[in-house]
């Protein structure tokens, strides 16, 4: 009896996406020239993803629906109630928003206060769109560069006395108070805020300009922010985030966890995310959207952050798990060989995505760009007919 089906998920055309990686991942002409910016995989109601079943195709949450214990399994359904991950394949051309997302309590109340408030779900200046958190694991498919969590202490100080534009905020970060300095920035009137930044941004471009700075520098991501020229006032204050955070770079299949609470940001680059099934983004600066500054500040967690980039944990000589410290999600890669063969076993919903090589499993074929979602409970073999790789997502309760 089948128990894997090919999966259909949905494109994203936000503007700080790409227009090659995907379309040619996918086998598709884009003519047009569309961003592509987000593949998406899951059940979210923004964009369901669609099952090719003997029956026909059908959406996943239908499917999931009208017989959540066959889909997703007992304990998920008792846990959680529905699929409660969300995967994604990225491609980001031009750098996303500084952002943070809520714990599940704290979702719940923003949640519930703006229903109150008559705040439309669609409306864009809505910050949560339902009452869960939104933890993330990512893995590079290229060298990816991001921005994570603050600075350690002392980085952070080198950093502020580094530029003579930030003289004047080197007081706000005595004790190490990270809250105050991020708080006191975000929170001064924008003639302020622009005497600070213009001078800084007109530096960033001439020593880019020079071929002074790399990717490792906090004035090449500026500048690129502002390639087409530095505005005359308003400028964007995240644009100061991007100097008092961690600036990181991953190679290809290196991946990194970020969890509620966490300042990010990501810079460049392709890669593949699973997160828990939610929409809420709290937004401080450097993106056209809704930025709420005062409600981002009360979701942050104003602590240091020291990078952990995850290689991948073997489980055996095929596949590697990526450590997720939540229970709503987990992630492994399979690394097969041609003709080789290695079987997995679902506990619960899992979807099967090929980035690399041509594999055989349960009555289908998938290539590179395709995807699979397997029944909970189900014996499923995996046979390569060229070198594969291929992520796994799970729900590891």
């Given at each position: 009896m089948q128990k894997a089906y090919k999966l259909q998920g949905k494109f994203r055309h936000y503007d700080w996406g790409g227009t090659n990686f995907l379309p040619n991942l996918m086998g598709i002409e884009n003519v047009n020239h569309l961003p592509y910016a987000e593949y998406w995989m899951g059940a979210h109601p923004s964009a369901e993803s669609v099952v090719a079943t003997p029956n026909g195709e059908h959406s996943l949450a239908e499917l999931i629906s009208e017989n959540p214990i066959k889909w997703l399994g007992e304990k998920t359904v008792s846990v959680f109630g529905s699929l409660p991950y969300l995967f994604k394949i990225l491609d980001v051309l031009h750098m996303l928003s500084i952002q943070v997302h809520p714990t599940i309590p704290n979702a719940v109340i923003g949640y519930e206060k703006e229903q109150n408030a008559g705040v439309p779900i669609a409306a864009a200046n809505r910050n949560y769109k339902d009452k869960n958190h939104k933890p993330e694991v990512m893995v590079a498919l290229s060298d990816f560069w991001l921005l994570h969590g603050f600075l350690p202490p002392e980085k952070l100080a080198e950093r502020l006395h580094q530029y003579s534009q930030f003289s004047s905020l080197i007081k706000e970060f005595e004790g190490r108070n990270y809250k105050h300095l991020y708080t006191h920035f975000m929170q001064l009137p924008m003639e302020v805020s622009d005497q600070i930044l213009k001078p800084l941004l007109m530096e960033a471009a001439a020593a880019v300009k020079s071929g002074k700075v790399t990717k490792s520098d906090p004035h090449y991501w500026a500048n690129k922010y502002y390639a087409a020229g530095i505005p005359f006032n308003n400028i964007d204050k995240g644009i100061f985030s991007i100097y008092i955070l961690n600036i990181l770079q991953l190679s290809k299949y290196e991946g990194i966890f970020q969890g509620a609470g966490l300042l990010h940001a990501y810079l460049e680059g392709q890669n593949i995310e699973l997160m828990a099934n939610s929409d809420n983004v709290l937004r401080g600066g450097l993106t056209p959207k809704h930025v709420d500054s005062d409600e981002l500040i009360q979701q942050v967690?104003?602590?240091?952050?020291?990078?952990?980039?995850?290689?991948?944990?073997?489980?055996?000589?095929?596949?590697?798990?990526?450590?997720?410290?939540?229970?709503?999600?987990?992630?492994?890669?399979?690394?097969l060989a041609a003709g080789e063969t290695y079987t997995i076993t679902s506990n619960s919903m899992e979807m099967l995505l090929v980035m690399e090589g041509f594999v055989l499993l349960d009555q289908l074929t998938l290539t590179a760009g395709e995807s699979a979602v397997v029944e909970a409970a189900a014996k499923i073999k995996l046979v390569a007919q060229k070198p594969t790789v291929l992520f796994k997502s799970f729900v590891p309760i």
């Open positions: 967690n104003f602590i240091p952050t020291y990078p952990t980039i995850l290689k991948g944990d073997f489980i055996n000589a095929q596949e590697t798990n990526f450590i997720c410290p939540v229970p709503d999600f987990g992630l492994t890669k399979i690394v």
